[in-house]
């Protein structure tokens, strides 16, 4: 592949196994979506490694750099973030962090208001409400945690929910009609959030965990 061109990374580490996506001139070339259930830190380089080399890439032909700032496990943000801020320096390329809610938000083109959902722990989940009107997308409230076991009373209410595909077996009776069930691959969420979307950035970490 010619490098004549301009090359997005997308970086998420922190949900189930975690996903990177390549992007070259705004279009998603090539990806890969983990396939264990834990994001593990010493596959991340490796496998942006394999991604670049099969694309005849390096990490010095990469323009611009996206990694999610949350939610998901605080080990997986914190690798996710300290590994792109160390490459985004090493390479001199810029770095944008971005709220993996908001990004998977902005691609819900139907509902007027709906929730979306991750999991961030064991039988624990974030849930962030949004409204869309046209193009605008409003934030009806923060991250904050929810046992899994309650998503189920939410979508009851009438609640529409974007949800992650690894906690969907979790919710028992839900009306389908309610549910609209998120592609695991949350890097391409990012990356289309910066290039279609011009996602505002959200610099500070997303811990989200169980309420005490």
């Known amino acids: 592949m010619s490098t004549n061109g301009n090359f997005l990374i997308a ?18 070339i090539d990806g890969v979506v983990g396939a264990t259930a834990v994001s593990r830190a010493e596959d991340l380089l490796p496998t942006l490694d394999q991604i670049l080399t099969r694309n005849g890439l390096k990490f010095a032909d990469i323009s611009q750099l996206v990694v999610s700032s949350g939610p998901g496990s605080f080990t997986g943000i914190r690798i996710g973030l300290s590994t792109a801020m160390g490459l985004a320096a090493s ?17 819900q083109a139907t509902a007027n208001e709906f929730a979306v959902v991750l999991p961030v722990g064991r039988d624990v989940a974030c849930i962030q409400r949004f409204s869309r009107s046209g193009d605008r997308l409003t934030e009806l409230s923060g991250p904050e945690s929810v046992e899994i076991s309650r998503l189920g009373d939410l979508a009851g209410t009438g609640t529409s929910l974007m949800i992650h595909p690894s906690i969907v077996n979790s919710i028992d009776a839900v ?6 069930v998120i592609d695991p691959d949350i890097s391409g969420y990012l ?12 610099p500070e970490p997303l811990f989200i965990g169980k309420q005490k």
């Open 11 to 28: 970086i998420e580490s922190a949900i189930g196994g975690g996903s990177i996506s390549l992007f070259s001139d705004n279009f998603h």
């Open 191 to 202: 990356g289309r959030s910066v290039i279609i979307h011009g996602i505002d950035e959200t």
């Open 175 to 180: 009306n389908s009609t309610s549910l609209s």
């Open 91 to 107: 390479c001199g390329v810029q770095l944008r962090r971005v709220s993996a809610l908001k990004a998977i938000a902005l691609e």
